[in-house]
């Protein structure tokens, strides 16, 4: 039986974010097969707004902070529920992480660009995150003692 991804996204937005969080889902016409959530934090202050979105398909998973355009992508190209659901799950903690104001954005120049190129680095649940435009990582953080 094929795993229905939309479920699996709606479980996991529901289980880790609040009321804070304003969610809706969006259809991504370039990729009919994926289902994506955009979010937003509900806080007053038009200067504290702060934009992300999560997709999924089968084999992909996507976190992308829209505010400065970086993104971190997962490949799961297995068949069970239970390791994509933890997969997706990763990256929402990382998305809610940056809409509470977790985090620290650097700049560097660009040879390219007129200017600077963002990352984003953020620490939750045990993992360290680094987003940038091109290049994202992940590394698992080593246990306090």
């Known amino acids: 039986m094929p795993i229905d991804m939309r479920a699996v996204l709606h479980r996991v937005v529901d289980e880790i974010f609040d009321e804070c969080t304003f969610v809706r889902e969006e259809d991504d016409h370039e990729a009919p097969y994926a289902y994506g959530m955009r979010l937003s934090n509900r806080t007053a202050s038009s200067d504290q707004k702060r934009h992300a979105s999560l997709a999924a398909s089968h084999e992909w ?3 992308h902070v829209i505010d400065l355009g970086v993104s971190r992508r997962n490949f799961d190209y297995g068949e069970d529920e239970a390791d994509k659901e933890a997969e997706l799950r990763d990256l929402a903690h990382l998305v809610r992480a ?3 104001g977790e985090g620290e954005v650097t ?3 660009s040879l390219f660009r007129r200017r600077p190129m963002p990352t984003l680095k953020v620490e939750t649940n045990g993992v360290r995150w680094r987003l940038g435009r091109s290049v994202s990582s992940q590394e698992e953080l080593p ?3």
């Open 107 to 109: 700049y560097r120049p």
């Open 61 to 63: 998973f996507e976190a």
């Open 143 to 145: 246990d306090s003692p």
């Open 98 to 100: 940056y809409l509470q």
